[in-house]
């Protein structure tokens, strides 16, 4: 954490707090009154189990808007894609071992875990829950999980506990809490603060005339789900897409079409980043020339000459100063000795190989495996995991590689 966030950019925010059901629930209302204090829109949403250890009254005398406690039976019929909509962030105080369980795995079954699956602002975790069930490792797998997904945690404290034994479990102090939501709403907090990273996502399209191209089957997951953990592990994200998927809150999305667009919005960028991510599926080759008008189908089938377009990825080899340059790479056979001839070729620090045969991984699907080569010699192969999950996975490889450039830097200063 790089010093201690200055709480006026909470100022306006709007922040749920999501209250679970253990004994320091009753810590959660000092953090909202806190977080009230700093200028925060805060709506509290309290689990039922919550509501055994402190009242609704209490959230909603102190905050700036009534405490729900339930998907069902108020005025608004779907309550949690509204708070997961406008939330700036989310924070969970304290976060029982079942709601982080629920949230690992993707359950939503009340609000609370509703709201969480239904945003793409930061989420903010304090857990408390006892020593016994926070070393459990079902409980440390899960909170792996979220971390790799970009989840930010105020990591419990050591202390007196509520059965009068002592040990780690106990929730952070709520001025702990604050500080660390104001931190991730700064991006002074997470792995990749002070980090720019661009990304590219999606597979360009080269136009034959007016309404026909040629593309690739790229869907964009791969290069968003990228974008958007890079964002919540504190990174200053640009995606240069060619999709029109959501990206998480904060990410600059570059809208681009074909290779040449795409080429521009890399080149124009790229003295000012620290990483650059091609998961783009960039076309090869495009058509010389482009048909002012539709081409008829009566006039026969048309000559389409192709050349080629620019290597983007390359040109970033070529003029690397400071930059981590990440490549992917689609391959269907012979798929390292493939890849780790790009890495040459291109100048990379890392390039993640997909074998795209295979049916559950590379385009369009949810899931990827990957091959991970690295330039220092390193090869580590993924399961079968989540896009976001792996995006995870390559984010801590750059996380690595960045450390000698900013223990230099910090010296510096
Ligand atoms: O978008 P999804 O549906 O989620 O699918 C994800 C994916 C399969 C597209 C992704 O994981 C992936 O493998 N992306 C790279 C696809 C590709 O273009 O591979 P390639 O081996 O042809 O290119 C190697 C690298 O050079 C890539 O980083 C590519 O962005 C870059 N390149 C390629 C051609 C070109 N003209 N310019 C480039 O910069």
Same mark, same amino acid.
């Given at each position: 954490m790089a010093g201690t966030p200055d709480l006026?950019?909470?100022?306006g925010r709007r922040v749920v707090l999501g209250v679970s059901g253990g004994?320091?629930? /009753?810590?959660a209302v000092e953090v909202c009154r806190r977080l009230v204090d700093a200028g925060a829109f805060v709506s509290p949403v309290l689990t039922q189990d919550a509501l055994r250890f402190v009242g609704e009254v209490t959230f909603s005398a102190l905050a700036s808007e009534p405490a729900r406690t339930s998907?069902?039976?108020?005025?608004? +019929?779907?309550p949690h894609t509204r708070l997961g909509q406008a939330a700036d962030l989310i924070v969970i105080a304290p976060c029982t071992a079942k709601t982080l369980g629920k949230y690992a795995a993707g359950i939503s079954d009340d609000l609370l875990s509703a709201t969480l699956l239904a945003t793409r602002a930061p989420v903010l975790i304090a857990p408390a829950m006892h020593t016994e069930m926070w070393e459990h490792p079902a409980v440390q797998e899960n909170l792996q999980t979220l971390r790799r997904r970009g989840v930010h945690v105020v990591d419990p404290e050591s202390g007196r506990l509520a059965g009068g034994d002592s040990g780690e479990g106990r929730l952070a102090s709520p001025e702990a809490i604050v500080a660390a939501a104001a931190g991730v709403l700064a991006g002074s907090?997470?792995?990749?603060?002070?980090v720019r990273v661009l990304v590219t996502a999606g597979g360009t399209r080269e136009p034959i005339d007016p309404v026909r191209f040629v593309g690739n089957?790229?869907?964009g997951k791969m290069g968003h789900a990228l974008a958007d953990v890079a964002a919540a592990r504190g990174a200053a994200v640009t995606l240069v897409t060619t999709t029109g998927l959501p990206a998480a809150a904060g990410v600059e999305i570059v809208p681009v079409a074909t290779a040449e667009e795409m080429a521009d919005a890399v080149f124009s960028r /790229? +003295?000012?980043?620290d990483v650059v991510v091609m998961a783009a599926a960039v076309a090869d080759f495009r058509p010389k020339a482009v048909a002012p008008e539709k081409l008829k189908? =009566?006039?026969?089938?048309p000559e389409v000459v192709l050349e080629p377009t620019p290597d983007i990825l390359a040109g970033l080899g070529e003029r690397k100063t400071h930059q981590v340059l990440v490549g992917f790479a689609a391959e269907t056979e012979h798929v390292v000795e493939h890849a780790r001839a790009k890495v040459e070729a291109k100048n990379l620090d890392l390039i993640v190989a997909n074998?795209?045969?295979? +049916?559950? =991984?590379?385009?369009?699907?949810d899931t990827n495996r990957g091959i991970l080569i690295e330039s220092s010699g390193f090869v580590g192969e993924t399961p079968l995991v989540s896009k976001v999950e792996l995006a995870g996975l390559v984010l801590d490889r750059i996380t690595g590689m960045l450390a000698p450039e900013r223990a230099r830097r910090e010296e510096q200063q």
């Open positions: 006026a950019c909470l100022a004994i320091a629930a /009753y810590k998907l069902f039976g108020g005025s608004d +019929p779907i907090l997470g792995e990749l603060a002070g089957r790229s869907s /790229y +003295p000012e980043a189908k =009566q006039a026969g089938v074998d795209v045969s295979a +049916p559950d =991984q590379g385009f369009e699907v």
